[in-house]
């Protein structure tokens, strides 16, 4: 008796209206498309979650007008920079210190890597007109510290240039940067920095975008 | 218990079937299996590592790292370092890495100078391919995992380099490091870890499952000397017993050598860098990546256009264009140079001088563009390097063709001459 039913059906099928199957058939493959778009897109959407979420902190505000420079690194990291130290670094092998800026309500900016910064004491009388209109009339002068090339911090110092380590770019610090040597595709941008009660303080923004040129 | 076995999983089958595979018995045909066994070497170090690395940077301080408050990453590799051997099963993690990838590439280079890519094998090249070029992905991600001022140097200049792709390389740099590379950032160590340890390795078996499977369903090329010893015949020792004795063989040399070279020369000692700073090192990357730094270094600065919204700077020519022309040159090898008819033997690269003399161009270029890696150390110029990188080459190569032609001119179309006892040929002179 199934085995009766079974050929039944299949004699049905067989004479079945042809409107009616393509009909079918095309309802099937709409469903089918719609299921794949569908899941493409929610799968996007959940992928989407692999884009980091920015975290609003304030150390990681950018440098502002008032901010005090500290050190980044070493025995005295996130203390405040003063002449003085500015005068001792230009007897060391590496004439220059790395800064972090810090905010009026005492929070070092350190976790945003543009607002690391170079700061050095050096000769206005080197220095190009508008480079010396941004220093402090001391001489003190301040720097993106992140090469223009790869992000990398420009560390070294050789026959009076600022030395990349990573690729071999070079600036000029008296005349706004200027690329001597290297592959670096541009300057990095100066720091307007004024000296107030033998601190160094940032009395401008950066004169260009600050971080890796890519 | 044989017959137990063998009922249930028909063991004889098996054996007839795949391990009486042949082997062709030649030193180089042993490069792929040292690449293999590096990788199981990685992974055997890699178990022991996951399972005492911290994957996290919050600060931490104790008796190892002198009280000072450092990344927990960071500390957790002065406290595998403690650990009995541990510093030399981490050496030894670092160098077979190195191993695995220069060993793929010798592979590489023998089966590009005997035209082993050729028909059919031309996906297996391709597989080959991804395979280096995945090897050495999942060697940067491990770069920074140690957490000290060097690695994360080093991995920033990697992070730039991808954002240095035209449109999407910011957001895929963004992606694969949680966000910019920087000291305090929390999420990338989280993000690099299951990456490098997990889901890349992953892949790899995977990628190494189609790679093998391809062989053996392919079966080797044959060397040269087969087609004279018995001509369209496999010739070559079974898989079991005699190649798995020979690969156990290599293997347990294989451990005992690296084992050695990594105690004798710890690698990448954290304490002597420190944990991140705003300071950068002089960092130069690993010998694999020399020649992209090379080149970036003497890539002009002013070969920089905008278009669409996207920056085309000097690190996008020396980062991702040549790279990029690199692999997907080695892609089109197989395309370029093919065969109509099945290759079942090996070529003699003596018989090919314009691909050997491409090879060794290759080669030249390599070496050179490694070398201007040292232009600020050796103070070369600018001009200089770009001789030496994009000239020498080229000149290598014709004059090796040159040399090539002159010596095997002659006899061009001669097969080499392979004498063999009671078959020699009077026809021949």
Request: aromatic share 10%.
């Amino acid at each position: 008796m199934a085995d009766h039913e079974a050929t039944a059906h299949h004699h049905e099928h067989h004479h079945e209206d042809p409107q009616a199957h393509a009909t079918r058939r095309a309802i099937l493959q709409a469903a089918i498309g719609v299921s794949a778009g569908a899941a493409v897109l929610s799968t996007l959407w959940v992928g989407a979650g692999l884009v980091p979420r920015e975290e609003k902190i304030p150390s990681k505000e950018p440098v502002a007008v008032g901010d005090v420079l500290v050190f980044a690194t070493g025995p005295k990291a996130e203390q405040e920079i003063t002449l003085d130290d500015l005068r001792a670094a230009q007897r060391e092998r590496i004439p220059f210190i790395i800064a972090f800026p810090k905010s009026p309500e005492n929070v070092v900016k350190k976790d945003l890597i543009t607002n690391t910064i170079m700061v050095i004491l050096a000769d206005p009388a080197k220095m190009s007109p508008e480079t010396r209109q941004h220093a402090s009339p001391e001489g003190v002068l301040a720097y993106s510290a992140i090469c223009k090339h790869l992000g990398c911090t420009v560390s070294l110092w050789q026959n009076d240039t600022w030395l990349c380590p990573c690729h071999g770019g070079r600036y000029d610090i008296y005349n706004q940067a200027k690329v001597v040597g290297g592959p670096v595709p541009a300057p990095v941008p100066q720091l307007p920095v004024k000296v107030e009660g033998g601190k160094v303080v940032v009395a401008g923004e950066f004169l260009g975008k600050p971080g890796a040129d890519v | 218990m044989y017959q137990w076995l063998d009922d249930r999983l028909s063991i004889g089958k098996l054996y007839a079937k795949a391990f009486r595979k042949a082997f062709p018995v030649h030193h180089s045909f042993f490069l792929g299996e040292i690449t293999l066994f590096s990788f199981v070497t990685l992974v055997l170090t890699g178990i022991f590592l996951t399972l005492n690395y911290e994957p996290s940077i919050r600060p931490v301080s104790g008796s190892l790292s002198g009280g000072q408050e450092v990344p927990a990453a960071y500390y957790s590799i002065l406290y595998i370092d403690s650990l009995p051997f541990g510093a030399v099963i981490r050496s030894l993690h670092h160098w077979a890495a190195h191993i695995m990838i220069a060993a793929a590439f010798l592979h590489m280079l023998r089966i590009h100078l005997t035209g082993a890519y050729k028909n059919p094998r031309e996906l297996n090249w391709i597989v080959g391919v991804f395979l280096l070029v995945l090897a050495i992905i999942t060697a940067f991600t491990g770069y920074a995992l140690p957490f000290d001022n060097y690695a994360l140097t080093a991995t920033k200049i990697g992070y730039e380099i991808g954002a240095a792709a035209p449109w999407v390389g910011k957001l895929l740099s963004d992606i694969l490091f949680a966000g910019e590379l920087s000291p305090t950032n929390t999420q990338t160590i989280p993000r690099l870890f299951p990456i490098h340890v997990l889901w890349l390795p992953l892949a790899l078996i995977a990628l190494i499952g189609v790679h093998l499977t391809i062989m053996i369903k392919q079966k080797h090329t044959q060397p040269k000397y087969a087609e004279k010893v018995a001509p369209g015949k496999i010739v070559g020792v079974p898989l079991f017993p005699q190649q798995a004795a020979m690969m156990g063989i290599l293997f347990l040399v294989y451990i005992a050598v690296t084992t050695f070279i990594a105690g004798a020369f710890l690698a990448h000692p954290v304490q002597a860098f420190g944990p991140p700073t705003a300071n950068t090192p002089a960092v130069k990357p690993d010998w694999y990546f020399m020649w992209i730094y090379g080149i970036l270094q003497i890539i002009p600065a002013n070969w920089r256009f905008e278009f669409l919204g996207a920056t085309f700077g000097p690190q996008f020519w020396g980062g991702i264009l040549v790279p990029t022309v690199i692999i997907l040159g080695a892609l089109a090898i197989p395309f370029l140079d093919y065969s109509k008819e099945k290759q079942r033997y090996l070529e003699l690269p003596s018989q090919h001088p314009f691909r050997t003399s491409f090879v060794v161009g290759m080669l030249m270029f390599y070496i050179m563009s490694t070398l201007a890696g040292y232009k600020v150390d050796l103070g070369l110029s600018n001009g200089l390097l770009w001789v030496l990188v994009f000239i020498v080459p080229i000149v290598t190569g014709v004059v090796c063709y040159i040399i090539m032609k002159a010596i095997y001119g002659k006899d061009w179309n001669r097969e080499p001459e392979i004498k063999l006892i009671g078959k020699g040929s009077a026809a021949d002179d």
